[in-house]
């Protein structure tokens, strides 16, 4: 079982920055693919970014360039760094976590991002 909280998440201007912490719970969260998704009103949840157990990350074609994943295993947490901020980037934003093993994934309880234009 893993525990996810999100932090990070407030208001900003359009060409802002925030960045989004993920902390997780358990001694094996180095070897989970860590990911965040969002979840803009009226809108269906969607990936923005995935980073693996080896370092390797994946993004969303619309964060390409702006966001970046990280994750610091030995603190058991995830980061999302967000630069050049726009106002279709305001949603929450999830972390989510996969076991590889078995494809159990996990998701924390949402942190809100506004971008106001």
């Known amino acids: 079982q893993v525990q996810l909280v999100e932090s990070g998440g407030g208001l900003v201007q359009a060409g802002g920055s925030l960045r989004l912490s993920c902390a997780a719970s358990?001694?094996?969260?180095?070897?989970?693919?860590a990911g965040w998704f969002r979840q803009a009103p009226g809108k269906e949840r969607e990936f923005v970014a995935r980073?693996?157990?080896?370092?390797?990350?994946y993004y969303a074609d619309s964060v390409k360039g702006r966001f970046t994943i990280s994750r610091d295993n030995a603190k058991n947490t995830a980061y999302l760094q967000m630069n050049s901020l726009k106002s279709e980037d305001t949603a929450v934003y999830y972390c989510?976590?996969?076991?590889?093993?078995?494809?159990?994934?996990?998701w924390g309880q949402g942190t809100q991002v506004t971008v106001s234009s």
């Open positions: 358990g001694r094996t969260f180095g070897s989970y693919v």
């Open positions: 989510n976590a996969v076991r590889p093993s078995s494809g159990t994934y996990y």
């Open positions: 980073i693996r157990s080896s370092g390797i990350t």
